[in-house]
T-cell receptor
Framework: EPEVTQTPSHQVTQMGQEVILRCVPISNHLYFYWYRQILGQKVEFLVSFYNNEISEKSEIFDDQFSVERPDGSNFTLKIRSTKLEDSAMYFC??????????FGPGTRLTVL | AQSVSQHNHHVILSEAASLELGCNYSYGGTVNLFWYVQYPGQHLQLLLKYFSGDPLVKGIKGFEAEFIKSKFSFNLRKPSVQWSDTAEYFCAVNALDGNKLVFGAGTILRVKS
């Protein structure tokens, strides 16, 4: 069964550094998403992406964040200058278009 | 703004007990409703979903959920839990005017063998 994959599984970085989290969505899916879950809190929507552009974003997704689909298979989330409060589990998801989103295993980002 | 409430954060049951996890949402428009499960060390997996039609939906592993529109509820049920159902369960809502899922806080279920 096709799955969403994410790399790395765990990323440790220093405050102020740039990080790129990578995702490979399910191959025939057209919609891509990033969510995050800060420890002890709810899973929160960050951004959705369709047809090579952002279709929706939350208030969390400020100028420090960007997304890209650099080729036909990868979908990336970049955080330009990480803050301590960016420490969280980041989940990528994809959907074919019928609103059922399939999630990857997550990347745990730790900002020191 | 949409929100989703899950009534119990931790539930402990013995094997063969019946399960009901509550989920209520606040949104006045049409929604799609989901339950996701996260087994220990694994990623979020779709358990079941409701888009339209019969408000009683059946999912994988013997789970079912009932959409009650008048109560804005989508409670998850299983008549007889197994030790392997130990996991965290998330209710989520998608308003049809957007793509995003809004999640509840999750319910951690522990089934004692």
């Amino acid at each position: 069964e096709p799955e969403v994959t994410q790399t790395p599984s765990h990323q440790v970085t220093q405050m102020g550094q740039e990080v790129i989290l990578r995702c490979v969505p399910i191959s025939n899916h057209l919609y891509f998403y990033w969510y995050r879950q800060i420890l002890g809190q709810k899973v929160e929507f960050l951004v959705s992406f369709y047809n090579n552009e952002i279709s929706e974003k939350s208030e969390i997704f400020d100028d420090q964040f960007s997304v890209e689909r650099p080729d036909g298979s990868n979908f990336t989330l970049k955080i330009r200058s990480t803050k301590l409060e960016d420490s969280a589990m980041y989940f990528c998801a994809s959907s074919e278009g019928d609103d059922t989103q399939y999630f990857g295993p997550g990347t745990r980002l730790t900002v020191l | 703004a949409q929100s989703v409430s899950q009534h119990n954060h931790h539930v402990i049951l013995s094997e063969a007990a019946s399960l009901e996890l509550g989920c209520n949402y606040s949104y006045g428009g049409t929604v799609n409703l989901f339950w996701y499960v996260q087994y220990p060390g694994q990623h979020l997996q779709l358990l079941l979903k409701y888009f339209s039609g019969d408000p009683l939906v059946k999912g994988i592993k013997g789970f079912e959920a009932e959409f009650i529109k008048s109560k804005f509820s989508f409670n998850l049920r299983k008549p007889s839990v197994q030790w392997s159902d130990t996991a965290e369960y998330f209710c989520a809502v998608n308003a049809l005017d957007g793509n995003k899922l809004v999640f509840g806080a999750g319910t951690i279920l522990r089934v004692k063998s």
